[in-house]
């Protein structure tokens, strides 16, 4: 009897990949511009805080976006996994990693551990529930307070650095799935990839350096 064919074939899943990749890259990006106004004083920020909370459309209609964009991305991801274990259930006697590049030998490891710094991320400085200090209202103090502690500044350092190698190989990925990769602009693609790629991880660690160097300080009382 044949076998049965998958509901969704690889293509179809790298592509819902590829879709929902864009749209958390586009969130990454936009948050880190964000986030930026904490250099310029609690005041800034608390603003901005308080800015996205007074639109409830936007800021619950971006949330949601995010959720079935992270649900999708990593169901699809899951999928693809099984499927390339399935492919090949005996492991290799000897694997060449010099034909592969680190980031794409990362993606399966990062994902998750990405996975996991995001709820913590939320329960900390969004909903609040494990912040030692929390304000609905004070976003400034919520990050101080939070960096403040060397092992929270320490996991999302290696976060944000885990954070780097799988949106720089996903992206990498995304413009060969969506067929805009040629061997032409190989190249400069890849590196202008990389450049955005360090920028967002190296401004995102730039937060918690600050608290634990003290140029970003508690607001005096």
Same mark, same amino acid.
């Given at each position: ?141 919520? =990050? +101080?307070?939070?960096? *403040?502690? $060397?092992?929270?500044? @320490? ?5 944000? !650095? #885990? ?37 967002? =991880? +190296?401004?995102?660690? *730039?937060? $918690?350096?600050?608290? @634990? ?5 508690? !607001? #005096?009382?």
């Amino acid at each position: 009897m044949a076998s049965e064919k998958p509901v969704l074939g690889s293509i179809a899943l790298k592509s819902v990949m590829a879709l929902t990749g864009l749209v958390l890259y586009g969130f990454v990006f936009v948050h880190m511009v964000g986030n930026l106004q904490v250099y310029s004083g609690p005041e800034k920020i608390n603003k901005y805080g308080a800015l996205l909370k007074s639109l409830p459309p936007l800021l619950w209609g971006t949330r949601i976006t995010l959720l079935v964009a992270v649900a999708l991305h990593a169901v699809a991801a899951f999928i693809l996994w099984r499927r390339n274990l399935a492919a090949r259930p005996v492991g290799y006697d000897h694997q060449n990693f010099q034909a592969a590049k680190v980031t794409s030998r990362t993606m399966y490891w990062t994902g998750p551990m990405i996975g996991l710094f995001v709820v913590y991320h939320l329960l900390h400085l969004t909903v609040g529930s494990v912040h030692p200090s929390f304000s609905h209202t004070d976003v400034y103090s919520n =990050v +101080v307070i939070a960096f *403040s502690n $060397p092992a929270v500044s @320490l996991f999302y350092i290696l976060a944000m !650095v #885990a954070l780097g190698f799988h949106i720089f190989h996903g992206s990498v990925s995304l413009f060969q799935t969506l067929g805009l990769r040629t061997p032409k602009y190989e190249k400069p693609l890849r590196a202008v990839l990389l450049v955005v790629s360090t920028v967002i =991880v +190296v401004v995102n660690i *730039s937060f $918690p350096i600050a608290v @634990l160097a003290g140029l970003v300080r508690p !607001v #005096a009382s």
